[in-house]
């Protein structure tokens, strides 16, 4: 097939991306398939239309403009298939106040309230989250201990954000559960702990090698397999994501807290996704295969 890879972006995940798309375009060159990588910048609109010579687009994007349906609402209106979740999935799963509002009905998610002045008092306690309504890699994401830091970081973030989210701190053990529709039906690839050396699983030890500990599959007894897995399933479907998706969450005391749906997950020589598939047995060209294939054309 002919396959466009978009790339880049404008969001503050652009470096993310750019290695996410080098490696796709490179396990899709493997496959046999005709790529045309394509950087995204502000010039998009302008080149746009050329997308309807191909078969395929991957869309290897993160964050604003490429993971909020804005880049999907365009490919549909050119009526080219692409990879990942529609419109509707995708800026709901990038808004993560609208995710906790559809999805608390069916799964916990710890306590949470929206807040666009600084502040210095907590209604959640401490310690406290703060994080974006609409950001990815935790970028702007900090934990906050003291009334002060809780002032200070979001002093610092609402200079970039309208809005964060201040949400209760759950200690507990991260897990991040990978996502795909193979053969029909949606499966969880082998479920991933992370264990940060940094106080949680941050941009620096997301992207740092050696920053963070893979346990993979992660130590779960059958009840709490079974918990994770219900959740996760619930969260997609009722989100109506589609093809594939990366769902974070903190496990404790038996129950999984819900804390984000990532319609396109990173796909780095770093990344979570790419590391359960190979503990499922699949080589990364086995993967893109795999997410190609979730298109219905």
């Known amino acids: ?157 609402l200079k970039i954000y309208k809005e964060m989210i201040l949400q209760r701190y759950v200690a507990g053990r991260e897990l991040t559960v990978s996502l795909i529709e193979m053969n029909g039906e949606l499966q969880i690839l082998p479920i991933l702990e992370l264990k940060p050396k940094r106080r949680f699983y941050d941009y620096i030890a997301k992207y740092t090698p050696n920053m963070t500990e893979f346990v993979l599959p992660a130590p779960l007894s059958d009840a709490e397999y079974r918990v994770v897995c219900d959740s996760c399933l619930k969260a997609f479907k009722v989100c109506e994501c589609s093809g594939f998706a990366r769902i974070d969450g903190i496990l404790k005391d038996g129950t999984f807290y819900f804390l984000e749906i990532n319609t396109i997950p990173g796909l780095t020589d770093l990344s979570d996704m790419p590391a359960s598939a190979r503990a499922a047995g699949m080589s990364f060209e086995d993967l893109i295969d795999a997410i190609v294939k979730t298109v219905k054309k």
Not at 1 to 30: C, Q, W
Not at 58 to 87: M, N
Request: charged residues 25%; aromatic residues 8%.
């Open 1 to 157: 097939m002919k396959i466009a890879v978009l790339m880049g972006g404008i969001s503050r995940e652009r470096e993310i991306s750019l290695r996410s798309g080098e490696n796709v375009v490179k396990a899709l060159k493997k496959l046999g398939h005709q790529v045309a990588p394509i950087d995204v910048r502000e010039d998009f609109l302008n080149i746009l239309p050329t997308l309807k010579k191909f078969d395929l687009v991957f869309i290897a994007l993160h964050g604003k403009f490429g993971e909020d349906g804005t880049i999907q609402a365009l490919l549909e209106w050119l009526d080219v298939p692409y990879t990942g979740s529609r419109v509707l999935a995708s800026a709901l799963c990038f808004d993560k106040l609208m995710t906790y509002r559809v999805v608390e009905k069916f799964v916990p998610v710890p306590e949470y309230v929206v807040v666009d002045s600084p502040v210095k008092e907590s209604p959640l306690g401490f310690p406290c989250v703060v994080k974006p309504r609409k950001e990815g890699s935790s970028i702007g994401v900090h934990i906050c201990d003291t009334p002060e830091e809780l002032h200070t970081y979001l002093k610092e973030e």
